[in-house]
Structure formats: C-alpha cells, structure tokens
C-alpha cells in the first residue's frame, strides 16, 4: 500500500519557468512533510519542509504548499534553473511515537530543467 | 563538519553471501536511519536506530539486520543475498527525529550477480 504518491515519474520546463511537483498521501496521521532533492550518484538532499498546522512554506526559489483536505502537496520552483535538474522526492512523517522514526517517500519525479 | 560516511561505495556480491555495510553519521547526530532505493519501489525504510536501540523497522525480511554502537556508527547486515537485494542502500543522519530532516550519505551500490 502506497501511502505517499507522485504520479507524474518525470516533468520537463524551461528554464526561467516555474516547476509544479506533486504529492498525494493517504494517512491522515501524516503531520509532517518534506521535499528531497536527488542527483545521480549522490544521496537525497533535504530541501523544505512544511507542518501540518501550515498550508505555506516558502524559502528562497522553493514553496511547498499543503492541502490537508486534500491529502496533497507540492512543490512550487520559481524561477527553474538547469541545475534544479534532478529527482524529487516527496516524503511524510507522523509527529509523535514510534512512525515518527521515519519517514515514507514517493517514487520520486525526475525534474528536467532545459536551458 | 563531515556528512554522512558510507562504506564501500559499490560493491558485488555473489547469490547466497552475506554482506555488511558501514556508516558514520554527522558528529553528534545519535539517530541513524537506513533505506533501501530500487528503480521501482522508490525508497523504502528498512530500520532506525538511536543511542543503540532499534526503535522502528521496515517491511523486510529477518535477512536485514542492522546495529548501532556507541559512537553511533551503525552497520546493516544482510544475510543469504538474492538477486532482488540489488539496490542502492541509504544511509541517514539526524538528531532524533524524521521530521527535522535527514543527512543522507551517497549511498553504497550493491550488486548481487
């Protein structure tokens, strides 16, 4: 069962756009949620992150919006860069107990920025 | 400071072998998380562990096992290879809790032929 889903494996834009990632999750005891950012041969890096009791989250080029009514996320990059060209993943934790020892990501969507 | 050391970076096992794999986390992070990354399954939790304790586990097989010691290096131990084992393993760094986000390590590549 799939608690965490990026339906789009891959999206394209051109630089100087604005990339839209999206993240749906079904576990309603989800209250934390954030974004990695992945290039090849490297580990994920942590990029954002957002709390349940926020709908907005903003830093720098990268806001991540939250629906909980919804039960969806995403990522919002203004303006694209070429170097933003990597995999995202979305991932959710529960705050409290034991689940909150890890977190369960998406599939991830390869971003593709073009110059 | 230093990130997340993981050791070896690539490795190639033979079906049937078992195999150890090795992290130093960040200085003064006590929290050490593994996941396992595959082409179609994403990145999946295998176990965390803190001051030594497993305090969550994965959906995997008693094959995957993990410790921590005391200077919060932590080794994962996997036991009979199968070819499916191929993957990328994760390991991850924090001060104690999933949600304030993790250091990653690059990750050692096994191949199980």
């Known amino acids: 069962d799939q608690q965490v889903k990026q339906n789009s494996p891959s999206l394209s834009v051109q630089e100087g756009r604005i990339s839209i990632l999206n993240c749906d999750y079904t576990?309603?005891?989800?209250?934390?949620f954030l974004w990695y950012k992945k290039y090849p041969a490297e580990g994920p890096t942590f990029l954002i992150s957002?709390?349940?009791?926020?709908d907005k989250n903003e830093d720098g080029r990268f806001t991540v919006f939250l629906n909980k009514s919804a039960k969806h996320l995403s990522l919002h990059i203004v303006p694209s860069q070429p170097g933003d060209s990597a995999v995202y993943f979305c991932?959710?934790?529960?705050?409290?107990?034991?689940?909150?020892?890890?977190?369960?990501f998406g599939k991830g969507t390869l971003l593709t920025v073009n110059p | 400071k230093a990130g997340v050391t993981q050791t070896p970076r690539y490795l190639i096992k033979t079906r049937g072998q078992q195999v150890t794999l090795s992290c130093s986390p960040i200085?003064?992070?006590?929290?050490v998380s593994w996941y396992q990354q595959t082409p179609g399954q994403g990145l999946q939790f295998l176990f965390e562990?803190?001051?030594?304790?497993?305090?969550n586990k994965g959906n995997f097989p008693g094959r995957f096992s993990g410790r921590q010691f005391s200077n919060s290096r932590s080794e994962m131990n996997v036991s009979t290879l199968e070819l499916g084992d191929s993957a990328l393993y994760l390991c991850?760094?924090?001060?104690?809790?999933?949600?304030?986000?993790?250091?990653f390590g690059s990750g050692t590549r096994l191949t199980v032929v």
């Open positions: 991850a760094s924090s001060r104690g809790q999933a949600h304030y986000g993790y250091t």
């Open positions: 576990n309603s005891m989800f209250d934390y």
């Open positions: 957002i709390s349940s009791i926020k």
């Open positions: 991932a959710a934790s529960v705050g409290s107990g034991g689940s909150n020892y890890k977190l369960t």
């Open positions: 200085s003064g992070h006590r929290s």
């Open positions: 562990y803190f001051s030594e304790t497993q305090r």
